[in-house]
T-cell receptor, first 116, second 113 residues
Framework: AQKITQTQPGMFVQEKEAVTLDCTYDTSDQSYGLFWYKQPSSGEMIFLIYQGSYDEQNATEGRYSLNFQKARKSANLVISASQLGDSAMYFCAMREGTGANSKLTFGKGITLSVRP | DAGITQSPRYKITETGRQVTLMCHQTWSHSYMFWYRQDLGHGLRLIYYSAAADITDKGEVPDGYVVSRSKTENFPLTLESATRSQTSVYFC????????????FGPGTRLTVL
């Protein structure tokens, strides 16, 4: 079974509107971390936001927020007030385990296009 | 400048040749990682290292070799390149600790003819 599932096809959003990118995960660990990364067309991977499994509050970083629903095992990224520069591929990732065995598993990504 | 760098950025090689991709970070991060990115697969972990002289296999290690004699360097070697290893390779690092994000290098685009 996939550990990280991102099933949305290419997403489109109008500039200045909000958009939600879906991510579901599968783990039997109690302690884990969830990450979102952005990959623009230039290719670099940019860290956006982190949510720990024990965090009670949803993480926020500027225009990015993570809608964490632990019981549903979902960690959706919400981008408010979309900008043209938000057009990119977005990857959800999960880190399980601690210490030397801690590894990051990525989903297959979602393409977001922001329309002017 | 501080950061994580990869070299070369682009490489074309032939089937059967040995290729080494270099990764260097200036943060003294304990953890370093190698991923490959292929269309439809996202990023998949090849090898990782928790510290100098400690390495372990990831999801897709076959055909690759790593070493880490110094904390700042983590080279990835394709011992006998195959066409299926054509990909974009990313190196990443993170400080020790469960909650630390990984910082990625710019990537190396490798083509095996």
């Amino acid at each position: 079974a996939q550990k990280i599932t991102q099933t949305q096809p290419g997403m489109f959003v109008q500039e200045k509107e909000a958009v939600t990118l879906d991510c579901t995960y599968d783990t039997s660990d109690q302690s884990y971390g969830l990450f979102w990364y952005k990959q623009p067309s230039s290719g670099e991977m940019i860290f956006l936001i982190y949510q720990g499994s024990y965090d009670e509050q949803n993480a926020t970083e500027g225009r990015y927020s993570l809608n964490f629903q632990k019981a549903r095992k979902s960690a959706n990224l919400v981008i408010s007030a979309s900008q043209l520069g938000d057009s990119a591929m977005y990857f959800c990732a999960m880190r399980e385990g601690t210490g030397a065995n801690s590894k990051l598993t990525f989903g297959k990504g979602i393409t977001l296009s922001v329309r002017p | 400048d501080a950061g994580i760098t990869q070299s070369p950025r682009y490489k074309i090689t032939e089937t059967g040749r040995q290729v080494t991709l270099m990764c260097h970070q200036t943060w003294s991060h304990s953890y370093m990682f190698w991923y490959r990115q292929d269309l439809g697969h996202g990023l998949r972990l090849i090898y990782y290292s928790a510290a100098a002289d400690i390495t372990d296999k990831g999801e897709v290690p076959d055909g690759y070799v790593v070493s880490r004699s110094k904390t700042e360097n983590f080279p990835l070697t394709l011992e006998s390149a195959t066409r299926s290893q054509t990909s974009v390779y990313f190196c990443a690092s993170s400080s020790s600790g469960f909650y630390n994000e990984q910082f990625f290098g710019p990537g190396t685009r490798l083509t095996v003819l």
